[in-house]
T-cell receptor, first 117, second 113 residues
Framework: AQSVTQLDSQVPVFEEAPVELRCNYS??????LFWYVQYPNQGLQLLLK????STLVKGINGFEAEFNKSQTSFHLRKPSVHISDTAEYFC???????????????WGAGTKLIIKP | NAGVTQTPKFQVLKTGQSMTLQCAQD?????MSWYRQDPGMGLRLIHY???????DQGEVPNGYNVSRSTTEDFPLRLLSAAPSQTSVYFC????????????FGPGTRLTVT
């Protein structure tokens, strides 16, 4: 079965410092990769996604992620975080289905980004 | 264009009570899903629907029922609430069966005592 591992449950970082949130997945076949963000007391919204093409994907709010097929990773990065980036970040993977066209998402457990002033 | 709406935002139930969580979307999306979110466990799929009249089970369907009579609405029913169903519930929709963005509602925080 497919699985997604977010290695850190919480990442504290000082404001204006860089941050990397790690995500690894288990599939060896073609995958589609997503990062979603959940601000406090809100639903999730898409931050960025990798479907094909360039392995460096840029998203909203200055975030980017790099798809590394050999390491089965899709780490999220931001060069300088702001207090408004305080949120929980979820990595999700969708694997090309064999039997039907329903692309179910497999979700990581989430990483809480804590910005220290 | 309201996107995905959910009601209520908060609910407290006693064990054994039943209730329906409402979800509606105005984007004419075919696919709709219900997730529950528990601390440290990410999102787990409860039920999903690929179109009006078609529903299927996800990873954790026990204790929940769904129906999809219209494209817009996808209610989730708890038949006999249990404390293990205390969670935050999210409804999501997506245009079709491909690897598209999922659009989430604001969530319903349910406590079962």
């Amino acid at each position: 079965a497919q699985s997604v591992t977010q290695l850190d449950s919480q990442v504290p970082v000082f404001e204006e410092a860089p941050v990397e949130l790690r995500c690894n997945y288990s599939s060896s076949v073609s995958v589609y990769l997503f990062w979603y963000v959940q601000y406090p007391n809100q639903g999730l919204q898409l931050l960025l996604k990798y479907l094909s093409g360039s392995t460096l994907v840029k998203g909203i709010n200055g975030f980017e992620a790099e798809f590394n097929k050999s390491q089965t990773s899709f780490h999220l990065r931001k060069p300088s975080v702001h207090i408004s980036d305080t949120a929980e970040y979820f990595c999700a993977v969708s694997v090309t289905p064999i039997m039907d066209s329903n692309y179910q998402l497999i979700w990581g457990a989430g990483t809480k980004l804590i910005i220290k002033p | 264009n309201a996107g995905v709406t959910q009601t209520p935002k908060f609910q407290v139930l006693k064990t054994g009570q039943s209730m329906t969580l409402q979800c509606a979307q105005d984007m004419n999306h075919e696919y709709m899903s219900w997730y529950r979110q528990d601390p440290g466990m990410g999102l787990r799929l409860i039920h999903y629907s690929v179109g009006a009249g078609i529903t299927d089970q996800g990873e954790v369907p026990n204790g929940y029922n769904v129906s999809r009579s219209t494209t817009e609405d996808f209610p989730l029913r708890l038949l006999s609430a249990a404390p293990s169903q205390t969670s935050v519930y999210f409804c999501a929709s997506t245009p079709g069966g491909g690897p598209y963005e999922q659009y989430f509602g604001p969530g319903t925080r349910l406590t079962v005592t």
